[in-house]
C-alpha cells in the first residue's frame, strides 16, 4: 500500500488521549488535550498513555507529529490491549513488551510478546518527524507511515484479537512530546456517510438546536460535531507553568 492518505474517502474521527489512562509522567494539553508531553522534568523510566477509540472491526488512520526531541532509549506508537502497561520505573520498550501491545519503536524495531523485528531505518534524532498509523481491522492489519511515505504492513492478524485494541504511545525520554491529528474512520454505513454530510453544512451544535429535528436523530447527529477548539500551538509551549493541562 503506497497510498500516504489511505482513508481519504472516510470522514473525521472523534477521539483523543484519554485522561484516565496515561502514566502519572504523562501530562496533556492543547486542543482537545491531543499533545502528549512526557516526562515534563527528567525521566526516570517509561511512561505512555492510551487512545479512547475502541479499534476493533473498522479501518482507522492518525497521524502523530513528534517534536524535534527524538532520542533516548525508546519512543513508541501502536496499539495495545487495556493490560498494556502504561508506565514502567526503568528505560523499556513498554509497547510490546508482553502479548497486549503491538508497537514500533524511534530506532527502527517492530515490538510484539517481548520479541523484536527490523522493520525501518532508525529515525534520525532532534529532527521533528510525522507517523501515519493505518488500523484495518477488517483485514487483521497495521501499516506505519513516515512522512507521508508508506512503511509497509507491520503486523497482521490483529482481526483475531476479541479483547478491545486502543491507540497507545510511550517514550523514555524527557520533555518529548507527541501530537495526535487527523484522525479519519471508514464509514460504517450509508446512515453514517449520510450523516457526514449533513455535519459538513452545520458549524456547531448551537446551530443544530435551531433544526426542528426528532429528539433521536439530533443526538445521532450531534455526536458527529467537533466543538469549535483552539488552534494547535507550536510545541513546549504552557508546559512548564502547567497551563490547560492535565
Not at 124 to 149: P, Q, S, W
Amino acid at each position: 500500500m503506497s497510498d500516504t492518505n489511505p482513508l481519504r474517502n472516510g470522514c473525521d474521527d472523534l477521539w483523543t488521549w484519554d485522561r484516565r489512562e496515561r502514566s502519572p509522567e504523562v501530562r496533556l494539553y492543547g486542543s482537545n488535550f491531543r499533545i502528549a508531553h512526557f516526562h515534563p522534568n527528567w525521566s526516570s523510566g517509561t511512561a505512555g498513555v492510551r487512545g479512547t477509540r475502541v479499534l476493533n472491526n473498522g479501518r482507522y488512520f492518525w497521524e502523530l507529529h513528534l517534536s524535534r526531541r527524538i532520542f533516548g532509549t525508546s519512543m513508541m506508537f501502536g496499539i495495545g490491549t487495556k493490560k498494556a502497561r502504561l508506565h514502567a520505573d526503568s528505560f523499556t520498550n513498554l509497547l510490546g513488551k508482553d502479548d497486549q501491545g503491538w508497537g514500533l519503536s524511534h530506532k527502527g524495531l517492530l515490538w510484539h510478546g517481548g520479541r523484536w523485528v527490523h522493520y525501518t531505518k532508525p529515525f534520525r534524532e532532534n529532527v521533528a518527524t510525522k507517523i501515519g498509523i493505518l488500523f484495518d481491522g477488517i483485514a487483521g492489519t497495521l501499516t506505519y507511515y513516515k512522512d507521508e511515505k508508506c512503511l509497509g504492513v507491520a503486523f497482521w492478524g490483529l482481526n483475531e484479537i476479541k479483547e478491545p485494541l486502543y491507540p497507545i504511545i510511550c517514550s523514555t525520554a524527557a520533555k518529548t512530546e507527541m501530537f495526535l491529528d487527523s484522525m479519519k474512520r471508514d464509514f460504517v454505513n450509508l446512515q453514517d456517510r449520510c450523516r457526514a454530510v449533513i455535519v459538513k453544512r452545520i458549524k456547531d451544535k448551537q446551530d443544530l438546536e435551531q433544526l426542528f429535528l426528532p429528539p433521536k436523530i439530533r443526538l445521532y447527529l450531534s455526536e458527529a460535531i467537533v466543538d469549535t477548539v483552539e488552534p494547535f500551538k507550536p510545541v513546549n509551549q504552557n508546559v512548564s507553568n502547567n497551563i490547560g493541562t492535565v
